[in-house]
């Protein structure tokens, strides 16, 4: 049974139901259960523009080369937003076009008469092993032929074009499930689910599957460019602040500065040789125990004291925040009985082993994020420390069995994806209603519409390589354009890095001069050679200030600083016209030129906003690379050469130079 109701276009079959519902400017919303109803969730599609679409129920002829049998009538709705139709047949297949009539995506169904494998049976929308009103649930489409797919959130691999790509949809130390992506055929698609799943981007089908879901639940957006449409998905699922000025300059961090003392003799030094320092970072295990949420004193005796010379020296301090509590911890008694921690379906209540067995709280939970903020509103914000580092916040499980954990809004397995977010929220809450006009939180995992609560998120804790450098630049682009513009990383990255050793030392200088041309530049890293504290649980890694590593480096360093600076007010442009439309400021080529074939295959060079190409050095020993520049005229910013765009060219690269080419 196809009708419409309410502007709103319903297919009926059996038990299953399917809803479609213009939900925004040229984008459909899709829902379909075998549930009585549908949740009301709407996860990541907070708002809604007043619009709806136009429904229609008709009749058409099929011709028997498509049906196998004589020509008869069929019966099919069709739903119109904007730039975007989608029609569903009497077998409950749907299918989207443009408004020129081009086939954008559609259902694979193959066990119906009009499809040669009919006898195969796989339908288009599979609903398997329900337990109580949860399935594991399948949606398949055809492939687009030479399709290209981008964004879904980040994913160490080199691969940047999804195509091809079986991805996990669940969070992991420097994996970020976020759902959404381009095609270069002319359409969005959002998979509004937070369930644990996969999908597969097949050359044969593609195919999303969630573990344990109540519905199906996604939207489709046509556009005329990539840009069209990324804008249009950000609007939908929220915009980000205006980024704060200190976002915009250079960050020091380290793991980690052990002492108060320790942190402002950094801070000092950086104010007597006149190198500017927006941001100095406090990292883990300043505390007593986790899930204290407070400054360990004997280590560091007077953050009130530490917070005013900082912002004296124009410094704001950040300080790290897990959501793992201490089962010595004192709050973890009050948490267990109000019901604020995370849940343990098998075994004992332990979510993850560091120094001590820690469960992490819930943050599913509105009670349970209020009790955490409200304690660091007491022993951070109110003393100073206003700027939070929210690590772990997959959160990283010490087992990944996703089946063992549970939530106050569900399992694990069917809302796990969305605890970032949500962890993320009690800080956005907290830091507005204190009067915070453009919050802003440093976070290691995200999920669909994060950017609104103020996500910056880095790209985890990545190995120290230049193969490892390499797959952040491709995973910062497809997050920017999943609609995680705030993007950074541990220049250098984060596991190992001798600061003797030449190799590391060269890594290091091509990873700082990328860091310039990144969202926030900030500087982290595990360095060897670190040493223990006395007194405390957790040592101290090697140095790691831009002085550390010879004075050859210090030289790089303090050159791209003092570019970032220069860029200050162009940053500043580009993160306000983030804040009002959504575009990120780093993008890959083809969102700026979806014209020019080249640019959607281009995956080691990006526009740094509308006017600068950047093309990082990405391999040991390079001295020399090749950047494609499109229409126009490109000036390299450097030898002040200019270039005729639509060719490529051959240009010097040594240790102090990133290839960097600005639209004349």
């Not at 497809?478 to 993007?487: C, E, Q, V």
């Not at 050469?641 to 600005?662: C, M, R, S």
């Amino acid at each position: 049974m196809i009708y419409g109701n309410d502007g709103k276009l319903i297919y009926r079959y059996d038990s299953e139901i399917v809803q479609i519902e213009a939900w925004g400017e040229n984008a459909l919303r899709v829902r379909a259960t075998q549930n009585s109803t549908f949740t009301g969730r709407n996860w990541a599609l907070d708002s809604k523009d007043a619009v709806q679409g136009e429904v229609s129920v008709q009749e058409r002829v099929i011709p028997p080369e498509q049906c196998y049998r004589d020509m008869k009538p069929v019966k099919y709705g069709r739903i119109i937003n904007g730039k975007l139709c989608a029609e569903v047949d009497e077998h409950g297949v749907l299918c989207f076009k443009n408004n020129q009539d081009k086939l954008l995506l559609k259902e694979l169904a193959r066990n119906i008469f009009n499809d040669i494998s009919a006898p195969f049976k796989s339908p288009s929308r599979e609903y398997k092993a329900p337990q109580g009103n949860l399935y594991e649930t399948y949606v398949r489409f055809y492939p687009n032929k030479d399709e290209k797919i981008f964004g879904m959130g980040q994913y160490q691999q080199h691969e940047m074009d999804m195509k091809g790509c079986i991805l996990e949809l669940a969070q992991r130390n420097s994996q970020v499930s976020v759902p959404f992506y381009v095609s270069n055929v002319g359409y969005g698609f959002l998979w509004n689910n937070p369930a644990i799943g996969r999908v597969v981007f097949g050359n044969n089908m593609t195919e999303w599957e969630a573990e344990a879901t109540p519905e199906i639940d996604y939207l489709v957006i046509a556009g005329d460019s990539p840009a069209e449409i990324q804008q249009n998905y950000m609007r939908l699922t929220g915009l980000p602040p205006m980024m704060p000025e200190y976002g915009m300059g250079f960050w020091q961090c380290k793991l980690r500065y052990a002492t108060q003392e320790e942190l402002l003799t950094v801070a000092r030094r950086y104010k007597e040789l006149g190198i500017q320092l927006d941001v100095i970072v406090c990292d883990f295990f300043h505390w007593t125990r986790e899930g204290d949420f407070k400054f360990d004193p004997k280590h560091w005796p007077d953050p009130v004291g530490m917070c005013r010379e900082l912002k004296d020296m124009g410094i704001r301090l950040m300080v790290s925040i897990w959501p793992t509590v201490s089962k010595f911890s004192e709050n973890y008694k009050e948490m267990m009985e109000k019901g604020y921690l995370t849940r343990c379906v098998n075994g004992v209540r332990n979510t993850m082993d560091m120094i001590d067995s820690v469960v992490f709280f819930d943050a599913t939970n509105p009670e349970a994020r209020d009790y955490v903020w409200n304690k660091v509103k007491t022993n951070y914000w109110d003393k100073g420390a206003q700027l939070y580092w929210l690590d772990v916040a997959e959160p990283e499980y010490g087992t990944f069995d996703y089946r063992s954990y549970y939530y106050s809004q569900g399992g694990d397995l069917e809302v796990g994806n969305v605890y970032p977010k949500l962890y993320l929220k009690a800080f956005y809450d907290g830091m507005t209603e204190n009067g915070d006009e453009k919050p802003i939180s440093l976070i290691r995992s995200a999920w669909v519409g994060s950017a609104k609560y103020g996500a910056l998120v880095w790209s985890g804790d990545i190995l120290s390589s230049f193969e490892c450098f390499a797959r952040q630049v491709q995973a910062g682009l497809n997050m920017s354009i999943a609609g995680i513009p705030w993007w950074t990383t541990d220049i250098g990255g984060f596991h190992g890095g001798d600061g003797e050793n030449p190799l590391f030392r060269e890594l290091f200088a091509r990873w700082f001069a990328y860091g310039c041309f990144c969202p926030v530049m900030r500087l982290h890293g595990s360095r060897e050679h670190g040493h223990a504290v006395e007194g405390a649980l957790v040592g101290s890694g090697g140095d790691n200030e831009i002085w550390s590593f010879g004075d050859e480096i210090f030289s790089i360093c303090k050159k791209y600083i003092s570019l970032r600076e220069q860029m200050r007010p162009y940053i500043r442009e580009q993160m306000k016209t983030l804040h009002e439309t959504g575009t990120p400021v780093m993008r890959p080529m083809f969102y700026d030129y979806p014209q020019d074939g080249i640019c959607w295959n281009l995956k080691t060079q990006y526009m740094f906003g509308p006017d600068f190409i950047v093309a990082p050095v990405m391999e040991a020993g390079v001295r020399e690379i090749d950047v494609y520049l499109p229409e126009g005229q490109w000036k390299n910013i450097d030898t002040g050469t200019i270039h005729e765009g639509n060719t490529w060219v051959t240009v010097p690269a040594p240790l102090d130079i990133i290839p960097v080419f600005k639209r004349v």
